[in-house]
Each structure stands twice: as C-alpha cells, then as structure tokens.
C-alpha cells in the first residue's frame, strides 16, 4: 500500500492511497481459500471445488469485500498512523467509472483512493489555576418551601359543584375559543378546561371578568397578552374569548397534613415537605450551575484561540440555523421583527457556532487528558431519563430507536462527558461561593433566557443570547456526532400555546 500527501494546508488534508493489483489479488485469494472449505455447490464434493470455480462466482463479489475492508481499516490506521484526528469522518473519494471500476474487481488494475479530511489541531491546555468563577448560592427558606407545599396540596383540594355565581377560589369548568381580530387562531380553543378563578393561571384579566359567571352563561372576556408572551406572534395583541361556562364548583377545606401528603402518594407531610424543597433547590442550583458553567466557559473562549475544523463548524452552524428558522416560521415572525436582517443574523450564528466548536475540542481535550469517561452505567442512566421524556406510548419506541442508533447514543453521550468535564474543572479552579437573593440570581438568567428565545437574538441581546446558548458541547465536537436538538422541558408546548394560559412552565411541584 503507497501513501501519499497531495494537500497539507491548514487543517485540511488529502491522502492518495494506491494498492497493488498484487495486494489485492493476494487478498482475494485468501478469502477464496477460506471459503473453499464452506461452500456447497453442486456436482462438487465439500471442500474440493477449485478456486479458479470459486473465483468464477464469487470473485466478484468476494473482491468488493476486500475493498470495503480496505476503506474501512486503512482510514482509521492511515490517520492515526499520521498522529492525527480527524474532526469529521473522512470524505473518501473514488473513481466512479464503471469500466475501471470492474478492472478493480476484476483484479486486473491497482486500487486507488484518497481521503479528504479535516484535522483537530494540537490544543495545549493552558494551567486552570488563573481561572476564577462566583457562585451564586440561594438558600431556600421555610416559608417558600411551605408556600409551595401548599400550592402542591391545592391538586389534592376537592370542589363541590354549587349553584349560583363563581367567586374568587371557585373552581369553573369553561369552554373556550380565542380571535384575533374576529378570527380564531391556532392553539386558542379549549374544551372542559378547569380553571380555579384566582390562580392566576390565565394571562391577566382573564379570570377577573369570570366572577359572577353561573352555569350555563356565555361570557366574552377581551384581554391583551403581555409584550413577552412565549408564543411570540400573539405577544402585545388584543384578543377576545368567546367562553361557555359548564360548571361552577366551590372549594372544600384546604388541608395540610400527613392525610394529604398520603393522598398524594406519600407516607407524611414531612416526607412532602423534603420532596418540594429537594425540587426547588435543584431548580434554583440548576441556575447556579449554568451561571457557574458560563463563566468557566467565557474564560476558556478567552484562553484559546485557534482555527476550527470548518466542516464541524458548518454542520454546528446549520443545526443553529435550522433551529432560528424553525423558531421564527412557528412564532410567524421574520428576521426584520427581531430588529435584524437575515445576513447579520447568519454572521452572528456562525460566531456563535465557531465559539461551539472551538469549546467543545478544548473541554474534549481536557476531559481526555484528565481520563474523564462516561461509564456504560451513567449512559443507561441517561437513556432511560431521556426516554422518560417521551409520552408512555411511545417510550418502548424511543428506547429501541436509541438502542440500535449509535449516533443518537453518542449524541446523547456527549453533554454528559461535557458536564464531568465542567464537574473536573471546577475542581481545579478558584471558586468563590456568594449568597445571594432569588430576584439576584434569576435575574440574569431570565434576560439571557428571554435573549435566546426570541432567535434570531436581536441586536442588544446578542451577547447575552451568545452567553446562553454557547455551552460547548464537548462531545459532539469530537466526536463529530450531529446536534440532535436540545433536550427541552417544554414538552407542554402545544397546550401552553392554547392562550390565554399565561405561565410557560409549572413551578416545582
């Protein structure tokens, strides 16, 4: 086999690879005497069929193998023979005229290849000990932690239907059908929805002009939805709900003890008690570690600089685009009603894209070199949270699609080694813990949220949505496994979409 380098120019390389017509006849006849032994044909007794009969019928065929083994082994051994590591799987380019093609299997030409590939380049890892981050820590007090025991122990609230008009802490069951300039919308209608006048549930106004509805009454109610509504196409406008009230019911006794917490599914109050503040602090740690993750991040990005692999980029900037075009088409929104235009959204993806990129191969160097893995047990671990993500229905689907698709594990792999990568670096580097107010540390990562939602981010938040949304995701870099899409806790979307529900997500329960 002859290995020749036709293009060294940056990151980028092209072998030529030549094998012998010799090489491959040798190769040929191996496998053909392999076979001889296993073959029946007929008028031949078991093992004495001669090769050259073999190599009739089988040659072919047998010969093709041999070159896809070929293209299988030397691209890996030729590669890493070169100390290198390609950033993507390489292009392997060959000839595509027929007439060569079966000289090549015919055994009667020498096989030529080359490879098209992009390198990683040589990371030095830089000493972490400069590195200093501040930790926002939130401690939950008691009262939050009973205020939300209590909102959980209002699902285990009973209502009795009564007669007469609904009042504030009454429960109605209502149909409903919004319009936007008389005509209904998507996602506005809802049959025997409950709605507990009070709760706050609805966007604003909506509930109030229900009080001192009755059974069977039809009301419109007219309310405007706020400036940041999540679905951004009814956010600011004026709508009306045409709403059939089915059934008015008043709340029994609200009781918090351990026979509520045993109607639940658990064994006391205390018990109940531990579950909601576990819930919250984990919601409020979760912030805590993105703001952490975001500052270790921003000063890795400020640490390296080096040119990235453009394939992985482009395939990382296509994934970000595809998401900004779905975002906008479902939100019915255009690039000029995010304050921008379609070219400088592009150049500011790409940037964010490049940052990705060139993360995801720092914190995959510095995993590898710390001996950072993903065991088999944390994997399935991951892939049972994940599955649990999907409706019942289709969970079994879902698990045998993961199981039998080895791109999908690796792409489901790669934020799990990135956070044991994250978990070692704030090992090493200077920590430094803050208490801090709710309203302080929900602060920032409500505007970065409201940033990168509204995709593509508008001039003045660009940095902000940058911030958010450049995790770099070590293992896909690697790797090279595609982006599968960012795990979300918006599985409600559709139903939240059904305005006027007002929250974008329950709170901890």
Do not use: C
């Not at 390389?13 to 040929?28: F, N, S």
């Not at 001889?36 to 008028?43: F, L, S, T």
């Not at 080096?306 to 019915?332: C, H, M, Y």
């Not at 400088?344 to 995801?360: H, S």
């Amino acid at each position: 086999m002859q290995v020749t380098e036709t293009l060294n120019s940056g990151l980028k390389r092209e072998i030529k690879i030549t094998v012998p017509a010799g090489d491959m006849e040798a190769k040929l006849m191996a496998r053909l005497t392999d076979a001889r032994g296993k073959v029946r044909i007929n008028g031949f007794r078991p093992g004495k069929v001669p090769v050259q009969h073999l190599r009739k019928v089988y040659g072919k065929s047998f010969m093709a193998e041999v070159v896809n083994e070929i293209l299988n082994d030397s691209t890996r051994s030729i590669i890493s023979g070169r100390g290198e590591k390609a950033a993507m799987q390489p292009e392997v380019i060959m000839t595509e005229d027929e007439k060569e093609a079966e000289k090549i299997l015919a055994g009667g030409a020498d096989f030529e290849f080359s490879l098209n590939y992009e390198v990683i380049p040589p990371i030095e890892i830089k000493d972490f000990s400069d590195i200093k981050v501040t930790r926002q820590v939130y401690d939950v007090p008691d009262a939050e932690v009973e205020d939300q025991v209590k909102r959980v122990a209002e699902s285990a609230r009973s209502y009795e239907p009564k007669t007469g008009e609904a009042a504030e802490g009454d429960r109605v069951t209502i149909d409903y059908v919004g319009k936007i300039g008389g005509e209904a919308f998507a996602g506005g209608a809802g049959t025997d929805q409950p709605l507990v006048l009070g709760s706050k549930e609805f966007i604003p106004g909506f509930e109030e002009q229900l009080i001192g509805t009755k059974a069977g009454d039809e009301k419109q109610v007219t309310v405007t939805f706020p400036e940041n509504y999540q679905a951004a196409h009814l956010a600011g406008k004026e709508a009306t709900f045409d709403v059939t009230v089915k059934e008015v019911s008043a709340p029994g006794a609200l009781e918090i003890n351990d026979e509520t917490a045993k109607n639940l599914g658990l064994e006391s109050l205390e018990r109940l008690r531990e579950i909601v503040r576990g819930q919250i602090e984990n919601q409020f740690g979760s912030m805590t570690r993105q703001k952490v993750k975001r500052q270790l991040l921003d000063q890795l990005d400020a640490s390296y600089s080096f040119e990235a692999p453009s394939k992985l980029v482009e395939a990382e900037f296509n994934n970000i685009w595809g998401q900004v075009n779905r975002d906008l088409e479902a939100a019915g929104r255009t690039f000029a009603d995010e304050e921008t235009t379609e070219e400088e959204a592009r150049a500011e993806y790409m940037r964010l894209a490049e940052r990705r990129v060139r993360l995801g191969l720092v914190l995959a160097e510095i995993g590898e070199k710390a001996g950072v893995t993903v065991s088999d047990e944390e994997l399935q671990r991951g892939l049972f949270e994940q599955v649990r993500r999907f409706p019942a229905n289709q969970q079994q689907e879902a698990f045998e699609y993961y199981r039998s698709n080895p791109e999908a594990i690796n792409a489901l792999r790669a934020p799990m080694f990135e956070e044991k990568v994250v978990d070692y670096l704030l090992g090493q580097i200077s920590v430094n813990d803050v208490k801090v107010g709710k309203d302080e540390l929900m602060a920032d990562d409500e505007e970065a949220e409201t940033a990168t939602k509204a995709k593509p981010a508008k001039k003045a938040s660009s940095k902000k949505a940058e911030a958010k949304a450049s995790d770099a995701k070590a293992g896909e870099a690697k790797a090279s496994d595609a982006k599968a899409g960012e795990a979300t806790d918006e599985a409600e979307e559709p139903k939240k979409k059904a305005a006027p529900k007002k929250k974008a997500a329950k709170e901890a329960e």
